[in-house]
């Protein structure tokens, strides 16, 4: 770097952090300075973006959103780019958001009263095509299997599972272990969209469909049944050592905040940590969007409008 | 003997085919192999062998050396990952002290700059998007969010989208005339009255920063490799390597540096789009003949006058082409910027394919297409405007533009305050369209997707089926049976053949990259799903190139269309295509073949257009026909240039199936994808990028060196 570089940078640092710096103020109060609240790419958690962001306001406090992926937040969080992260799903998220808590800047801030299911399963009208379903054991019988058939799945029948980003070879690990591994194979999808759109395309075509899905969702509404597979239990899954013979748990919905957050904005960090949703009032929120089809913004405000009783006691 | 001598290289190529078919033949697939599924670092297995160099441990499973190598740069992604972290989180921790906690934090001296780099172009971001949008933020910048909270008086208000659309209709008139004129306004009142205006100021606000930037910065390093050898020597690599790495794998790396937000959507943007400007400038600079120069210097200019006066005006033409490139690019960043934090269309449009609402995507989508089409039209007649010097112009001439924007401020302003009181309890519609009050086809669009896959699907169905089970399901598995000392014969064969041993020794250091990475398996997917994109798309692209060549209304319709399907973003007819062709590689084939015709189209047309009308009518004259004289003259003699129109097509083709990704592939591209969420993610990303790159760079290597000896040979150089 040549010596020009250098003072190039150290004016730009010197005009920016003038820029950027701000006056001192009593820590009793909260800072002014805007929360910085993620929102990812699926409905719920807009609008509870929205939802919490309307409550902080309510406080007197300023707030941004920032379009951010689900799982680097958890490192922006840490940086301090990002203020908070209200929806950690457990199955989903876990890993990223212990790998942040590991390295330190990263607060645990608390879970919220919904449990989460993350695992396969299938929309309601596929029941008839294989009888015995939800019991895993009905995924045994070949002329299940059968119905299932893609033409890239090689006879198989094929389950779709989300992005390999999700929880790696968990899936496939599983569908080996059970000993279904001649009658089923495993694809992974690109995204959250590729599964609607499957969803989508089976409905219409009236065929079979083993999807990766979760709950609370928008999907719950038109029902969506969750496979029984033999139940979770501590270090049942391959990468903590067991034999991968085991379903997802019932997991956490955990909220995080930066370790920056309760110095700065302690009020707002106190109703953040009581902040408190279950499982009616978030579907609630994405039907909102997803059947009422108004925008994110709209939906919490009228979500914030008809349910004062709920988020006012998080703020005392 | 006589055929051998007069046709020296065919049998070399029958040569190197024989060798490599009978390395295919002789190296068994062993039986322990099958296409690895996860990677082998995610499962310990007995059966891996593990090595540990420069304190990494790199886990694999071992085959014979001449049917996979071996990873041995298996610790290179995990080395450069630890690095970054290193440099970011560890390097030199400094004191800081922070406002918020009135307390010192420590802070590593890189994570620092990065923020305050990146600090200065929120800055920016804000003010360009404040003064479209209005907020808070810029006085805030010189005073602090307790005086904003104390005087809100202070919020600027923002333009109302009446006088946006009154200054573009003026600039394009200024700029050239009333076409662009007529142009500007229809683009501006098509996205307020779809309701699109606040995402899409909040797009141009932050490609209004980057297109600029990427300007400035890929000019000067242009002009610094025109000056220096140096410079360009260690610039050329870096820019060869940037120019075909697919953008998805540079989000990765930039999200660690500098965060997520619209800074970061900045600087990813420049980072894709200053390599075609530096090249394009170094190009033009080139092409200047030394008389010119001479002129220059005999009229006593020093360096800097010789530079701006003389060498950059005559090298425009070149780096006008730039300008096109850096604004296609930063809008076709529009969407995958939206994944590190850029506000607006991008945004949206995810959002509402989440949905799978694609009406409603196609509006956005369109919405960045016109935008696009309109900046670049603007800025090309901007620089292709001569300054009247010699003008006598009346004041009210000199300055009518100006008075004419005054009033369009003015009556805006008025416009906008009446609006506050005749809509008084909804929305200011002479000030904002709001996102959802405007107008949209959406349903209409969504009914056409509905009625599509009415009407088509089932035959669509039995052609998908077919083709996965005839065509590429083979092809796939083909390139799997490939031993890999089969493939690396084969591309290092090749590259003697067509450049000698320095062609065979790059293309050999290339292949061989990608063959010691841990990622060989699904180097040769990705490769599979390019190569039939590659050919069905040059396939396409020459028949309706060579058609729309013909008439000269084809080929400028042809080209508009090149335009808009290049900067529309790809990410909304993936749903459509995934719910006609479900969650397979023929989805994202299509993809693949709609984005990769574009270059091929371009470049036939061009090539066509390139051959001097002379020839034409000495062709003519000799008395053949069309047909004779698009096959034994044209053709031949618009060769070379579609060629590198073929090599574009390869590295359009590869962004689009790394992106295809999305859709579920598995190749390098779902390791890309991976990689955000993956702990040693920065590195990995990286890696798995120059990966893809040098798939590319194989393929630039040998079409450029042909071209060039093809280009002696016609003696057209």
């Not at chain 2, 005086?147 to 009446?162: F, H, Q, R, S, V």
Request: net charge neutral; charged share 15%; aromatic share 12%.
């Amino acid at each position: 770097m040549g010596e020009n570089m250098k003072k190039l940078i150290s004016l730009l640092s010197a005009i920016v952090i003038s820029f950027v710096s701000f006056t001192g103020i009593a820590l009793s109060a909260d800072s002014k300075k805007p929360i910085v609240i993620p929102t990812h790419n699926w409905s719920s958690q807009v609008v509870m973006a929205y939802v919490i962001g309307g409550i902080f306001e309510d406080m007197g406090n300023n707030v941004e959103y920032v379009p951010a992926d689900s799982q680097a937040v958890y490192e922006s969080i840490r940086i301090g780019d990002v203020t908070i992260s209200h929806e950690v799903w457990e199955s989903a998220f876990g890993k990223s958001f212990t790998t942040a808590l590991d390295k330190g800047g990263l607060l645990d801030w608390g879970d919220h009263e919904a449990r989460t299911l993350e695992d396969m399963g299938y929309p309601n009208w596929v029941a008839k095509l294989c009888p015995g379903l939800p019991d895993w054991n009905a995924l045994k019988n070949k002329d299940c299997a059968k119905n299932f058939v893609t033409p890239d799945s090689g006879g198989k029948g094929r389950m779709l599972e989300g992005p390999q980003t999700w929880h790696g070879d968990l899936i496939p690990q599983r569908i080996e272990a059970l000993g279904l591994g001649d009658l089923w194979t495993v694809k992974f999808a690109g995204s959250a969209d590729a599964l609607w759109a499957e969803l989508a395309a089976a409905k219409k075509e009236g065929r079979g469909t083993i999807i990766f899905n979760w709950t609370p969702n928008f999907t719950d509404g038109a029902g969506f049944t969750f496979i029984d597979f033999p139940p979770y239990t501590a270090g049942c899954r391959p990468e903590d050592g067991g034999d991968g013979k085991c379903g997802s748990p019932d997991g956490y919905l955990k909220k995080a905040v930066n370790a920056d957050f309760p110095k700065t904005h302690p009020k707002a960090a106190a109703m953040f940590k009581k902040l408190s949703f279950s499982t009616g009032q978030i579907g609630a929120m994405a039907a909102l969007v997803d059947i009422d089809k108004m925008t994110h913004e709209d939906a919490a405000k009228k979500w914030l409008k008809d349910n004062k009783k709920v988020w006012k006691k998080f703020t005392k | 003997m006589e055929l051998l001598k007069k046709y020296p290289k065919l049998f070399q190529w029958l040569f190197l085919l024989i060798v490599f078919f009978a390395l295919c033949f002789s190296i068994d697939v062993p039986e322990t192999y099958k296409f690895i599924r996860g990677q082998a670092e995610f499962i310990k297995d007995p059966n891996q062998s593990t090595y540990t160099l420069f304190g990494k441990e790199v886990r694999y499973y071992a085959f014979d050396v001449l049917w996979r190598l071996p990873p041995l740069l298996g610790w290179l992604p995990i080395w450069v990952n630890d690095s970054l972290f290193f440099l970011l989180n560890e390097w030199m921790p400094m004191e800081f002290w922070n406002e918020d906690t009135q307390e010192f934090k420590t802070r590593p001296l890189v994570l620092q700059i990065t923020r305050n780099i990146t600090a200065f172009m929120t800055f920016l971001i804000e003010l360009i998007r404040e003064i479209l949008l209005g907020g808070v933020k810029t006085v805030v910048a010189f005073s602090s969010w307790d005086w904003i909270d104390k005087n809100p008086w202070a919020e600027l208000p923002g333009l109302p989208w009446t006088i946006v659309t009154a200054g573009a209709v003026i600039l394009g008139y200024k700029l050239s005339g009333k076409g662009l004129a007529i142009f500007a306004g229809l683009v501006m009142i098509y996205i307020s009255v779809f309701g699109q205006w606040k995402p899409s100021m909040q797009t141009l606000s932050f490609i209004l920063v980057a297109a600029p930037l990427s300007f400035i910065f890929g000019l000067t390093l242009g002009v610094m490799a025109y000056k220096s050898k140096r410079v360009e020597k260690a610039l050329y690599p870096i820019l060869l390597v940037m120019q075909t790495m697919p953008q998805y794998a540079v989000l990765v790396p930039a999200m660690v540096l500098f965060g997520i937000g619209d800074h970061a959507a900045v600087i990813i943007t420049m980072v894709v789009a200053i390599p075609p400007m530096i090249l394009l400038t170094l190009l033009g600079l080139r092409a200047v003949s030394s008389e010119v120069i001479e002129a220059g210097k005999m009229s006593g200019c020093n360096n800097w006058q010789l530079m701006t006066k003389v060498l950059i005006p005559t090298a425009r033409r070149d780096i006008l082409i730039g300008v096109n490139q850096v604004i296609m690019v930063c809008f076709s960043m529009a969407v995958i910027a939206a994944f590190i934090g850029a506000k607006g269309l991008g945004w949206n449009l995810l959002l509402a394919l989440n949905q799978l609402n694609i009406g409603l995507a196609l509006e956005a989508g369109l919405c960045i297409s016109m935008i696009a089409i309109l900046l670049d039209k603007m800025s090309l007649a901007w620089a292709n405007k001569q300054e009247d010097y010699f003008g006598n112009l009346t004041f009210f001439q000199r300055y009518k533009n100006t008075l004419f924007f005054a009033g369009a401020v003015l009556i805006g302003a008025i416009l906008a305050y009446a609006g506050s009181f005749l809509f008084k309890d909804s929305f200011n519609y002479f000030s904002e369209i709001p996102h959802n009050k405007g107008i949209s086809f959406a349903d209409f669009w969504n009914k056409g997707v509905d009625w599509i896959w009415d009407t088509f699907f089932q035959t669509l169905k039995i052609f998908n089926t077919w083709l996965i089970t005839e065509v590429l399901q083979p092809m796939r598995a083909l390139y799997l049976r490939m031993p890999a000392v089969a493939t690396v014969v084969l591309v290092v064969g090749a590259g003697y053949i067509i450049g000698g041993i320095r062609s065979a020794l790059v293309t050999a250091g290339l292949v061989l990259f990608i063959a010691l990475s841990p990622w060989w398996d699904r180097a040769l997917v990705t490769t599979y799903m390019a190569t039939f994109g590659v050919i069905a798309s040059c396939t396409i692209g020459l028949t309706v190139g060579t058609l729309c060549q013909q008439n000269q209304y084809t080929t400028k319709f042809m080209l508009a269309v090149c335009d808009i399907f290049q900067t529309f973003p790809s990410f909304v007819y993936l749903i459509p295509v995934m719910m006609l062709f479900g969650i397979t590689d023929t989805s994202v084939l299509i993809a693949v073949i709609v984005y990769a015709t574009i270059p091929a189209t371009r470049y036939t047309i061009e090539g066509l257009r390139s051959v001097p009308t002379a020839l034409h009518d000495a062709a003519s004259m000799s008395g053949v026909t069309k047909l004779q004289r698009l096959i034994n003259i044209e053709f031949p003699i618009a060769f070379p240039h579609m060629m590198l129109g073929v090599n574009q097509t390869i590295v359009f083709a590869l962004f689009m199936v790394i992106i295809g990704a999305f859709i579920g592939t598995e190749d390098l591209g779902q390791y890309i994808l991976k990689a955000l969420s993956d702990k040693a993610g920065g590195g990995k990303g990286l890696i798995l990028g120059i990966c893809v790159a040098f798939i590319a760079l194989i393929f630039d290597n040998l079409i450029r060196t042909w071209v060039q000896k093809r280009k002696k040979h016609l003696g057209i150089d």
